[in-house]
Nanobody, 115 residues
Framework: QVQLAESGGGLVQPGGSLRLSCAAS????????MGWYRQVPGKERELVAS???????TYVDSAKGRFSISRDNAKNTVYLQMNTLKPEDTAVYYC?????????WGQGTQVTVSS
């Protein structure tokens, strides 16, 4: 079955950087659109960045110029490079893909931006 496993979260100071990883199994990330979402308590999950099977990328306005989504097909892994982090980026970050109208999610990784 399809499984997604996020890693790379942690505590970072404002202005710092983190790289999140999403390792996939049971599917080939190069064949599907992949997305990174984030969620804070009491709010809906928000799409932060996505990459299509063809390699096109999109970002939420607050992430443009700071975040970069990429994919390593050999490692079957999707990344989210986050630079110039702000306290408002604090959230649980989830990896997602939709295959045959079914959404698959990882367990999430906590990102905390604080001094």
């Amino acid at each position: 079955q399809v499984q997604l496993a996020e890693s790379g979260g942690g505590l970072v100071q404002p202005g710092g950087s983190l790289r999140l990883s999403c390792a996939a199994s049971g599917t080939d990330v190069s064949l599907h659109n992949m997305g990174w979402y984030r969620q804070v308590p009491g709010k809906e999950r928000e799409l932060v960045a996505s990459i299509t099977a063809g390699g096109s990328t999109t970002y939420v306005d607050s992430a443009k110029g700071r975040f970069s989504i990429s994919r390593d097909n050999a490692k079957n892994t999707v990344y989210l490079q986050m630079n110039t982090l702000k306290p408002e980026d604090t959230a649980v970050y989830y990896c997602n893909t939709r295959i045959a109208w079914i959404d698959y999610w990882g367990q999430g990784t906590q990102v905390t931006v604080s001094s």
